[in-house]
């Protein structure tokens, strides 16, 4: 499945922003979908999670309550709205697909191209 993430862009601290990611090939409802992201001199890491049928969600402490990760299995589409933005959450995000539930890199076998988010203070 190729994956392709887009909505980034430059935000003042409080406000917000949807990334949408489109999935193409594979049948996209077989897969998890995941959104990671990656700060300047850190490690990515696991923002959102949500299951095949949309019935749960497992997101990071840093984003709980301020960020929703959505799907629709019928436009391959999966979605983050992020709100209350701050500072700390500036990095290039990934959506990611893969086989189970769960926050480890490693379990996602499909990653999309990134897209930046810039929250200024």
């Known amino acids: 499945v190729q994956l392709q993430a887009s909505g980034g862009g430059l935000v003042h601290a409080g406000g917000s922003l949807r990334l949408s990611c489109v999935a193409s090939g594979r049948t996209f409802s077989a897969y998890v979908m995941a959104w990671f992201r990656q700060a300047p001199g850190k490690e990515r890491e696991f923002v959102a999670a949500i299951s095949r049928g949309a019935t749960t969600t497992v997101y990071a402490d840093s984003v709980k309550g301020r960020f929703t990760i959505s799907r629709d299995n019928v436009q391959n589409m999966v979605y983050l709205q992020m709100s209350s933005l701050k500072p700390e959450d500036t990095a290039v995000y990934y959506c990611?697909?893969?086989?189970?539930?769960?926050?480890?890199?490693?379990?996602?076998?499909?990653w999309g191209q990134g897209t930046q988010v810039t929250v200024s203070s």
């Open positions: 990611a697909a893969g086989g189970g539930l769960a926050s480890r890199e490693s379990n996602y076998a499909y």
